[in-house]
């Protein structure tokens, strides 16, 4: 059996708590303690990446020296729920970082970025994912951790769902290709910022929920372990503590 391999879309995720009640106001996204992302500031983001990544049509001309797009590399444009879980966790990571005394390890490269979202680097969008990612560089992590047997039949399902295992494989036969050194670390990120960020009230408007960042991807996106923000789906508050990492862009890895 040979499982695809995973894609690290962050070594620092983010297992935030909603621990808040119901918060509610006209034109709030989500709020991250007493701070509030507004739906009109998810709007803007959402505008500007259009505005810098329009689809090309046939009648474009294309610039001397660059290779013509070809059918389905058009723009991956952010959706909603992307925006807001990229100004979730980066208020979050200000606060704790200012809390803390944290400083960035590494400055990642917006022009990384924009290659790995196949943006422009000049997209607001893209600014804020690099900026995110380098200030989730500072957060401290653990040793590695290895994944409970529920979490390897969760992630043997997904990888099945997602089209990245085959059905016939059995959880001993992935676990074989899917441990390794990557999904530990991403283990280990999920804890190390858990302690953290439990000090803070995160609650998205139900129309994001569940709101998940994804710290593994599978090859194609699909999300091998992510991170809930806020709330489930239900009106219910209960205190989420899945997968959470520590930032890097996305690197292709043999898994």
């Excluded at 059995?170 to 999920?190: C, H, I, K, M, S």
């Excluded at 090859?219 to 508050?237: F, H, K, N, R, Y």
């Amino acid at each position: 059996m040979r499982a695809r391999r995973l894609v690290a879309v962050a070594s620092v995720a983010v297992g935030l708590i909603a621990l808040a009640g119901c918060r509610s106001e006209p034109g709030v996204a989500a709020y991250v303690g007493d701070h509030r992302i507004t739906e009109d500031a998810v709007t803007e983001v959402i505008e500007d990446a259009q505005a810098k990544n329009p689809t090309p049509t046939e009648a474009d001309e294309v610039p001397p020296g660059q290779e013509p797009q070809l059918p389905g590399q058009e723009p991956q444009l952010p959706g909603r729920s992307q925006v807001v879980s990229t100004l979730v966790l980066s208020e979050v990571c200000e606060r704790i970082s200012a809390a803390e005394g944290y400083r960035p390890q590494s400055q990642v490269d917006p022009a990384q970025v924009a290659q790995g979202i196949g943006l422009s680097p000049e997209t607001g969008y893209v600014r804020q994912v690099a900026e995110l990612y380098t200030c989730l560089s500072g957060i401290p992590i653990g040793a590695p951790v290895a994944p409970t047997e529920q979490e390897l039949v969760d992630l043997v399902e997904a990888g099945k769902r997602a089209g990245a295992v085959p059905p016939e494989v059995t959880v001993e036969q992935a676990a074989t290709q899917l441990d390794g050194e990557q999904l530990r670390q991403a283990l280990a990120n999920r804890n190390s910022l858990r302690e953290a960020v439990e000090t803070y009230d995160v609650t998205v408007n139900p129309r994001y929920r569940p709101l998940v960042f994804p710290v593994l991807s599978f090859t194609g996106q699909a999300i091998a372990v992510g991170v809930p923000l806020g709330e489930p789906a239900s009106d219910a508050v209960n205190n989420i503590s899945t997968p959470r990492p520590r930032p890097e862009p996305a690197v292709p890895t043999d898994g």
